[in-house]
């Protein structure tokens, strides 16, 4: 991972704070990756349960943050997802991807600022998938049965067998791919 002297959020903002334009520029084309992934590349990981789709969008938004910081990461994690709102996921799926992706991200970038060795990276990302996890369980038996007109203990009935093993899948998947990825597209960065 990067070292604190080679972080991209140390040189890419101006002296007042502001985003500079090559910031501006770069987390627009991790909004377009990230938008690219949700639309287009989403595929069931669980077995007979086509309803809960992963798409690697949350892997952007990783490498966002890790590169230029929770701001970033939290650009990304929501800007992409508002074209989903005119899509079949409407609102809730909107929602959903929100939760599932900010709350990953944020706390995942917050610590890998604080600690910028693959040592902090794996904390973060451990800390972040928790959080997600508990975050995405709890968004499920909130909102699940107001978009999907099922009672509520009918989706606390589809915790273990469904939704737990289909976040776990997919927190594991975004993180370990951002841990392969982050290094290579770091290097680029920095040219």
Not at 3 to 26: C, E, L, N, Y
Not at 31 to 60: H, N, R, W
Not at 100 to 105: D, E, S
Not at 135 to 157: D, H, K, Q, S
């Amino acid at each position: 991972m990067a070292t604190s002297s080679t972080r991209h959020d140390t040189h890419s903002t101006t002296a007042g704070g502001g985003w500079s334009t090559k910031r501006i520029a770069v987390t627009a084309l991790f909004c377009a990756v990230a938008a690219i992934c949700t639309l287009f590349i989403e595929f069931p990981i669980l077995p007979g349960v086509t309803f809960l789709k992963y798409d690697p969008s949350a892997i952007a938004a990783l490498v966002a943050g890790f590169a230029f910081g929770p701001a970033t990461g939290a650009v990304v994690s929501v800007l992409p997802y508002l074209v989903h709102l005119a899509t079949e996921s409407g609102i809730y799926g909107t929602f959903m991807a929100i939760v599932a992706t900010l709350t990953l991200v944020l706390p995942a970038s917050l610590v890998y600022q604080r600690n910028t060795t693959m040592r902090g990276a794996i904390t973060g990302l451990v800390v972040g998938g928790v959080i997600c996890l508990v975050c995405c369980i709890l968004a499920n038996i909130v909102v699940t049965p107001i978009y999907m007109g099922a009672p509520r203990e009918a989706v606390i009935a589809m915790i273990v067998p469904t939704l737990l093993p289909f976040n776990v899948l997919k927190i594991v998947l975004n993180c370990v791919i951002t841990i392969l990825v982050y290094k290579p597209i770091s290097k680029a960065l920095e040219a």
